[in-house]
């Protein structure tokens, strides 16, 4: 078919309906597309938004630009299921179609009141001069309809001392009021942790920065999508950096998301920390968002990938990136566990390991390694492979991509490193057709990544 030239911040509409049709239709028939990870029906996914359990049905929206594989006018998509395995498509989303947000609608999270699910995002507004700062809310309805606030932005400032890259609102309640986290910078160039309140979901009060305490830790010139939730008993917080430099293993990325676990004073605007850690340890991880499932699980879903990477074929199948599967989070020994949930597993195939060399019938497989004789694992042919190096006694994994053909992201290196504190018992392999993510120990550890070997085997060494 015939690609369009759509200029950049051009949202959904009338002129365009039969083109992205079009479009849809001939993304279907590429290749590569994951049979468990959400995925755009064409264009560009980023960062998962509006992550909600609600009417007993889940709901994820996700940043979306629908013409093209590449970053441009953000849109909220739209899917539903009730199991986490089989997502159906939904037309109600967020069309950026406001004056407010004329680059835009950007991240942020919902939260159910009165039995209406409160929306909340970023209005992307930009002018010569830089950022204007916008919040802005939009209510779904229990029959599915949402509708934007008309008192739409929201919450249109820049507190002093900030930047104007003000984004990605979580909202939730607690202490018998509703907050509001914001990430930020200040004009010295540090990461901000941005505050307010509210008593009716609507009007907001800033109340100031939260600070990070008990941790002597560089975290870059700016948060994106923070999150809060409680696990197992302990305040877990998500952030995603801007400008952290890389320290031993961690921090590779162009960015980088990181967890805290503490404890949230609001009183006196603190987040102690008692633990923390890169959430993920592969190549293409970001912009995180915890949520509470069906009976209150604490879940995770994240952007799989990072940045504006320019990844393999995805010029010629004009769709790019997906989300993680979902993550049941659990909290110990501080640490934060993430598995997926027991139904998405038992769909892959599960790969019988009695021999060296496995050829799966399947694009999508799953193994589950426990022999320590293994001291490699290597999926594609020898010319052409992504490598896991394995060392089992000293808990420590290598993901080498530098024995692929299709090579991309190199200037943020080309292997991946995990140290885990105890020796390694397990390891479990997802691959949904170049969606692969790495759960070690039972997801004390994980590494989620891209590879595209022509030939798909697998060699264990």
Known sequence: MKFLDVEKYTPIQKSYEAYLKELVEYCKDTPRHPSYHIHPPCGLVNDPNGLAYFGGKYHVFYQWFPFGPEHGMKHWAHVISEDLVKWEWSDQMLIPDQEYEKNGCYSGNSI????????????????????????????????????????????????EGLIGEIRDPFVFEKEGAYWMLLGGGSTDGQARLILYKSTDLENWVYQGNIELTGIDL???????????????????????????????????????SV??????????????????????????????????????????????????????????????????????????EGKLCQEVP????????????????????????????TDKQISEIQIGDQEDHLSIKIDWAAGHIVADRSTLKHQFSTEYGIQREVSMSEELKNIEIYYDNTFIEIYLNDGKDTMTLRAFPENVEINLI
């Open 342 to 369: 027991e139904n998405i597993k038992n769909e892959y195939a599960h790969l019988d390991i009695d021999s060296k060399r496995i050829k799966p019938e399947e694009d999508t497989w799953y193994i589950n390694l």
């Open 259 to 332: 967890y805290f676990v503490g404890e949230l004073s609001l009183e006196d605007k603190t987040f102690h920390v008692e633990s923390f850690d890169e959430i993920d340890k592969g190549f293409d991880f970001y912009a995180p968002q915890a949520f509470y499932g069906k009976d209150r699980q604490p879940m995770m879903f994240a952007w799989l990938g990072c940045g504006a990477q320019e990844l393999p074929y995805a010029k010629e199948d004009m769709w790019i990136h997906s989300l993680t599967m979902p993550r049941f989070l659990t909290i110990k």
């Open 112 to 159: 159910e009141a009165d039995g209406k699910l409160y929306l909340y995002y970023t209005a992307n507004y930009k002018t010569e001069q830089g950022k204007i700062p916008k919040q802005a809310m939009a209510v779904m309805n229990s029959d599915g309809t949402i509708l934007k606030s008309p008192n739409n932005p929201i919450i249109d400032e820049q507190p």
């Open 218 to 256: 560089e975290l870059g010139y700016m948060y994106e999508c923070p999150s809060y939730i409680e696990i197992d008993g302990k305040d877990v917080l998500f952030l995603s950096l801007m400008g952290r430099t890389p320290m031993g293993e961690r921090f590779h990325n162009e960015f980088s």
